[in-house]
């Protein structure tokens, strides 16, 4: 897929006040620093679309991008930011919960996990409430350029087989780089073609 277009459209408060549109729409959500802002970027190849912020847990509001004239990349406030008021925090769970749960146009979520890291407990619960509420979804490993490839590769195994323990089918996953460019393509292409068969 080639991005000719990638625009900023909204940012919304709550589910009820997103965009009443009939275009797909592919969600990007992981904890607080996890490279979600420039994860977005390089898939857009436009650098300031999404703010990237070294603060973490930045993004507060539900961000629609309109790409291609054709579907939404949508970029979800990250969870597990423990500097949030216990109030901030369940606002926070309860917007993205309704998200997930409720938004028709949503056809994927991308979850973001930092590859350089063991298996944390809240991504996996996070995954694990996925499936149970039968949720379409997709693993995305971020930063596989902040250490050697046999690490990374070390990592993901060790986090798909931790998932294997609860699932029968395991999703599709991707690895990227937002300095590289890596797993741009193939993620790309993996929205083309649900795209194509919707």
Known sequence: MTIKSAEYSISSPAVDRCPQTQEP?????????????????????????????????????????????????????????????????????????RYV????????????????????RIDLEFIEWLGENGIPFSIVFTKADKQSRAKTQA???????????????LPPYFVTSSETGEGRDALLGYIEDINQNL
Not at 50 to 57: D, L, Q, V
Not at 101 to 120: A, G, K, T, Y
Not at 155 to 169: D, I, R
Request: hydrophobic share 35%; proline share 3%.
């Open 25 to 97: 729409e592919y969600a990007f959500i992981g904890r607080s620093n996890v490279g979600k802002s420039s994860l977005i970027n390089m898939l857009t190849g436009r650098n300031g679309l999404a703010k990237t912020s070294a603060m973490p847990g930045k993004t507060m509001l539900i961000n629609h991008f309109f790409i291609n004239n054709e579907w939404y990349l949508v970029d979800l406030p990250g969870y597990g930011y423990a500097k949030r008021s216990k109030k901030e925090q369940d606002k926070l769970v309860e917007m993205i919960n």
């Open 101 to 120: 749960l409720e938004r028709q146009q949503m056809v994927n979520l991308f979850v973001l996990i930092d590859s350089r890291h063991e298996p944390q």
């Open 155 to 169: 990592n993901v195994k060790t986090f798909m087989k931790k998932l294997e323990e609860q699932w029968e089918e």
